[in-house]
Each structure stands twice: as C-alpha cells, then as structure tokens.
Nanobody, 120 residues
Framework: VHLVESGGGSVQAGGSLRLSCAVS???????MAWFRQAPGKKREFVAA????????YYSDSVKGRFTISRDNAKNTAYLQMNSLKPEDTAVYYC???????????????WGEGTQVTVSS
C-alpha cells in the first residue's frame, strides 16, 4: 500500500494550495484524512472524508478555509487550502482508514508527507 502526497510548497499568507494524495495497493472504499505536524508539535487532525464522499469533517482551525474531496475513480484524495495563514505551516500527511476512537487512531496507512510553508 502506498500513499503519496503532492502539491505542497511555499506561499504567502492569503494564498492557496491544493494537496493531492494518490493511493495504490488498497481498495479505495476507506475514509481518507489529512493531518499536519508543525515543528515541535504533535500531529494534528485537519480534515477527513467518508469513503462515499457524502460526509466530511474539519478541525475548527481550518473550517471554512480548507475543503477535502476525493475522486474514487482516480484513487486520489485532495485538500484545497485557501486563505492560508503562517500558522498553517507544517508537514501535511494523508492517511487511509476509518474513524476509531479518533481519526488519528483509525488510520491504517500513512503517506510520507509534503511540506507547506506560509510566509507572512
């Protein structure tokens, strides 16, 4: 199973980025989620989407600015990030799995991450 993130980079505050997570080796009937980890901090939940795409969930810190989506035909999940802030700077990881006691605990597979840097 491989999850490969792409789309990270450097952007000024207020800008946008779109992250992609391509999944292979796994039947794509699983929830997908995005997490991020800033230097010196724990990995935190950002957003998740149900396998059908019918329901999505967001952390309060990104609600209204980020949008998670998926294309099951392409086995790919996306995270559209708008109105980026310097505090969004982190390595962003995608995960595949299903909610357990938390989204983090429910992930069975992880990508290696992509860096997002937002300058003020």
């Amino acid at each position: 199973v491989h999850l490969v993130e792409s789309g990270g980079g450097s952007v000024q505050a207020g800008g946008s980025l779109r992250l992609s997570c391509a999944v292979s080796g796994l039947t794509f009937d699983t929830s997908m989620a995005w997490f991020r980890q800033a230097p010196g901090k724990k990995r935190e939940f950002v957003a998740a989407i149900w396998w059908s795409g019918d329901s999505s969930y967001y952390s309060d810190s990104v609600k209204g600015r980020f949008t998670i989506s998926r294309d099951n035909a392409k086995n790919t999940a996306y995270l559209q990030m708008n109105s980026l802030k310097p505090e969004d700077t982190a390595v962003y990881y995608c995960g595949a799995g299903n909610y357990s006691s938390s989204w983090y605990d429910g992930m069975d597979y992880w990508g290696e991450g992509t860096q997002v840097t937002v300058s003020s």
